[in-house]
Nanobody, 123 residues
Framework: QVQLVESGGGLVQAGGSLRLSCAAS?????????LGWFRQAPGKEREFVTS????????YYSESLKGRFTISRDNTKNTVYLQLNSLKPEDTAVYYC???????????????RGQGTQVTVSS
């Protein structure tokens, strides 16, 4: 079993930054190579944000978010991060992390998901 716990969300003004963290635990966590971030805004469909390979460090981004958001991981801490810069009100959403064996564009294509952390960007 794997547990994923997101943190770092909050209220920030437009143009500001936040760093989200996703701490993983569980004996089998290292079996899952792909760590991803998704978000869901009120009234909108959930969308893929970015992913990283634990073993290779290779990253993949949603084209619309590339440049403002950066994913990274610290394998010694079993933690994946999402740096959010130049935030806009439309970035307001619940952000979820996920762990799986393959890169997927669907949150439920991953084996494990966190409960999410709320990011609210005021104008």
């Amino acid at each position: 079993q794997v547990q994923l716990v997101e943190s770092g969300g909050g209220l920030v003004q437009a143009g500001g930054s936040l760093r989200l963290s996703c701490a993983a635990s569980g004996r089998t966590f290292t079996l899952y190579d792909i760590l991803g971030w998704f978000r869901q805004a009120p009234g909108k469909e959930r969308e893929f944000v970015t992913s990283v390979s634990r073993s290779r460090g290779s990253t993949y981004y949603s084209e619309s978010l590339k440049g403002r958001f950066t994913i990274s991981r610290d394998n010694t801490k079993n933690t994946v991060y999402l740096q959010l810069n130049s935030l806009k009100p439309e970035d307001t959403a619940v952000y979820y992390c996920a762990a799986g064996s393959y890169l997927r564009m669907d949150l439920y294509g991953y084996d494990y998901r966190g409960q999410g952390t709320q990011v609210t960007v005021s104008s």
